[in-house]
């Protein structure tokens, strides 16, 4: 079956600036959940959604955001770009929750 | 807080040894331990998980065991190969979300 597809894989962005980035789940999978993963701080939780619906969310500032469509796929939206928000952001597709994740390869974003 | 420990950081070992990777997890509520493998350039691959109801499980290689009471698991890969040589993280569930351990980079030598 095919895997969780992240787009695009590399960005490189401006601070001050807006990006998106996009999430196709496993096909059937109605749970998305998106991680930031830095050197300094692991892995650490952004937010889930489930049937279009924000169901959990992390400590992280409004300038992050989400949303889900009607065929799950899921985006995240980062606005005002700061130089701290260079990461590996990674996308989890799940039946439900936070069990049986599979990740995708990840978008590896870079402030400058 | 929320927080799941992870020791060691790094760890090399010799193709056949053993490697043992520990954790240890802070919310009592929590009832799901996964282990996660990632390979450069990738994201984390679901390798075993653990129930708290389950004091242990194996797959082929790879074991893990849990205690509850002292709020520890651990990760235990057999027979060692090269390409086991990974960044394996440890997590627990915690509600809608899993906190990971901060990873620990296993290098299997031939």
């Known amino acids: 079956k095919a895997g969780v597809t992240q787009t695009p894989r590399y960005l490189i962005k401006t601070r001050g600036q807006q990006v998106t980035l996009s999430c196709s789940p496993i096909s059937g999978h109605r749970s998305v959940s998106w991680y930031q993963q830095t050197p300094g701080q692991g892995l650490q939780f952004l937010f889930e959604?489930?049937?279009?619906?924000?169901?959990n969310k992390g400590n992280f500032p409004g300038r992050f955001s989400g949303r889900q469509f009607s065929n799950s796929r899921s985006e995240m939206n980062v606005s005002t770009l700061e130089l701290g928000d260079s990461a590996l952001y990674l996308c989890?597709?799940?039946?439900?929750?936070?069990?049986?994740?599979?990740f995708g390869s990840g978008t590896r974003l870079t402030v400058v | 807080g929320e927080n799941v420990e992870q020791h060691p950081s790094t760890l090399s070992v010799q193709e056949g040894d053993s490697a043992v990777i520990k954790c240890t997890y802070s919310d009592s509520a929590s009832n799901y331990f996964p282990w996660y493998k990632q390979e450069l350039g990738k994201g984390p691959q679901l390798i075993i998980d653990i129930r708290s109801n389950v004091g242990e499980k194996k797959d082929q290689r790879i074991a893990v065991t849990l205690n509850k009471t002292a709020k520890h698991f651990s990760l235990h890969i057999t027979e060692t190969q090269p390409e086991d040589s990974a960044v394996y993280f440890c997590a627990a569930r915690v509600g809608g979300k899993l906190i990971f351990g901060q990873g620990t980079e296993l290098s299997v030598k031939p």
């Open positions: 959604y489930f049937s279009e619906t924000q169901r």
């Open positions: 989890a597709s799940s039946l439900s929750g936070p069990v049986d994740y599979t």
